[in-house]
């Protein structure tokens, strides 16, 4: 029974068009993240949720809009695709806000490919 | 700007040498500092995490961490090929709030 999941873990698409990827923890966290790998494998954090709430909102174009329903569901939808934005992105959770003792737990990516 | 720097690598070693993988940080006030491996095309897995100045092992594995230099390392033991992956320090920076932020990772290759 995977812990957090994503989907799709594929998807390519074209230029300009309108995506969304899904996560679903079932460890009862209360705070999910999104971070964004690019090719070089920088791993950077672009949003937190604790509890619904948004905590934490990098520097990232507006295209990227966060929502979660619940506080074991975090998407990530993002409008008008650019070829910048093929990456790999990882959903992640933690029990509570990263603190000394919390742990990060990573789904398994999806890999996005815009053409 | 708060950072966290590794050196890219590759780093290779052979098959039972010890690995030694280096991170320094930006953040002096930073006191949680972690080791993820990733292997290509997976998600990253946390192999470590050290809080306090000094050494910490865990099998094969040792952490060490030096707040005064701003320096963590992990070092390998009898490495073996199955530990060739990426490793991604990663340290707990705060603007505001917390975040775990990682290294640009150092890729390993343990040649048999």
């Known amino acids: 029974d995977t812990a957090v999941s994503q989907t799709p873990k594929y998807l390519v698409t074209q230029m300009g068009n309108d995506k969304s990827i899904k996560c679903e923890q079932n460890?009862?966290?209360?705070?999910m993240y999104w971070y964004k790998q690019d090719s070089k494998k920088f791993l950077k954090i672009m949003f937190s949720y604790n509890n619904k709430e948004l905590i934490i909102n990098e520097t990232v174009p507006n295209r990227f809009s966060p929502k979660s329903p619940d506080k074991a569901h975090l998407n990530l939808h993002i409008n008008s695709l650019e070829l910048g934005d093929s990456a790999v992105y990882f959903c992640?959770?933690?029990?509570?806000?990263?603190?000394?003792?919390?742990?990060?737990?990573f789904g398994s990516g999806t890999q996005l490919s815009v053409l | 700007q708060k950072e966290v720097e590794q050196n890219s690598g590759p780093l290779s070693v052979p098959e039972g040498a010890i690995a030694s993988l280096n991170c320094t940080y930006s953040d002096r006030v930073s006191q949680s500092f972690f080791w993820y491996r990733q292997y290509s095309g997976k998600s990253p897995e946390l192999i470590m995490s050290i809080y306090s100045n000094g050494d910490k092992e865990d099998g094969r594995f040792t952490a060490q961490l030096n707040k005064a230099s701003q320096y963590v390392s992990l070092l390998i033991r009898d490495s073996q090929p199955s530990d060739s992956a990426t490793y991604l320090c990663a340290v707990i920076l705060y603007s505001g709030y917390s975040t775990l932020t990682f290294g640009k990772g150092t890729m390993l290759l343990v040649s048999p």
């Open positions: 992640a959770s933690s029990q509570d806000l990263m603190g000394a003792n919390e742990k990060l737990f």
């Open positions: 460890l009862g966290h209360d705070t």
